[in-house]
């Protein structure tokens, strides 16, 4: 027996780590339909299900059965993942997808409730984030995400729920603004 301690927690949350560290992850964003993490799909309708909305819903099942921490830090990657599915279709429909990776190498993470991240954002869409309603609840949840990750903070049922539902209404929107672009774009060729 050795003393070195398990790699991953026991049981459900130990596999999905296992999953998430085993899982090999490449980024192409030099082809003509790529997409991060190795999906290739630009458009949403192309997608069985984005790797953002798969995060979400691991959420939410967290959400409800716990450990409600994950619930938030799954929450807080789908954002993540949401936001750069976001830049390369955004730099796509400008004409410039060579440099997505570029600019996505520019950030530490895609957060978007970091300002250079969200000004990136709203310069190729169009879309400012303030005038919505759900930005400065999703501005002040990031203290929440902050303080399960950096500080280990628990989380109650209630507080992983609201996170998870305020990052599907940012994910809905965002899937918004790219989708009627898309429509735009397409209608103007």
Same mark, same amino acid.
């Given at each position: 027996?050795?003393?070195? @301690?398990? @790699?991953?927690?026991?049981?459900?949350?130990?596999?999905?780590?296992?999953?998430?560290?085993?899982?090999?992850?490449?980024?192409?964003?030099?082809?003509?339909?790529?997409?991060?993490?190795?999906?290739?799909?630009?458009?949403?309708?192309?997608?069985?299900?984005?790797?953002?909305?798969?995060?979400? *819903?691991?959420?939410?099942?967290?959400?409800?059965?716990? @450990?409600? +921490?994950? !619930?938030?830090?799954?929450?807080?990657?789908?954002?993540?993942?949401?936001?750069?599915?976001?830049?390369?279709?955004?730099? !796509?429909? #400008?004409?410039?997808?060579?440099?997505? *990776?570029?600019?996505?190498?520019?950030?530490?993470?895609?957060?978007?409730?970091?300002?250079?991240? #969200?000004?990136?954002?709203?310069?190729?869409?169009?879309?400012?984030?303030?005038?919505?309603?759900?930005?400065? #609840?999703?501005?002040?949840?990031? *203290?929440?995400?902050?303080?399960?990750?950096?500080?280990?903070? *628990?989380?109650? !049922?209630?507080?992983?729920?609201?996170?998870?539902?305020?990052?599907? +209404?940012?994910?809905?929107?965002? +899937?918004?603004?790219?989708?009627?672009?898309?429509?735009?774009?397409?209608?103007?060729?």
């Amino acid at each position: 027996m050795s003393d070195e @301690p398990e @790699p991953f927690p026991p049981g459900r949350l130990g596999a999905q780590f296992q999953m998430l560290v085993e899982t090999p992850v490449t980024r192409s964003y030099d082809g003509q339909n790529s997409q991060p993490l190795g999906v290739t799909a630009l458009r949403l309708s192309e997608l069985v299900i984005s790797i953002h909305r798969t995060l979400l *819903k691991e959420a939410r099942q967290y959400s409800t059965s716990g @450990p409600y +921490e994950m !619930a938030v830090v799954l929450a807080q990657a789908a954002l993540e993942v949401c936001t750069e599915w976001a830049f390369t279709v955004l730099f !796509a429909l #400008r004409g410039v997808e060579k440099l997505t *990776k570029s600019v996505l190498d520019l950030f530490l993470s895609t957060n978007i409730c970091n300002e250079r991240v #969200r000004k990136v954002y709203e310069g190729l869409s169009g879309d400012t984030l303030a005038d919505h309603q759900f930005w400065t #609840r999703l501005m002040s949840h990031k *203290k929440l995400r902050n303080a399960v990750v950096h500080e280990g903070k *628990k989380t109650s !049922a209630d507080e992983a729920a609201d996170f998870v539902a305020l990052v599907d +209404e940012y994910i809905r929107h965002v +899937e918004t603004v790219v989708q009627n672009l898309q429509e735009k774009q397409g209608a103007t060729a």
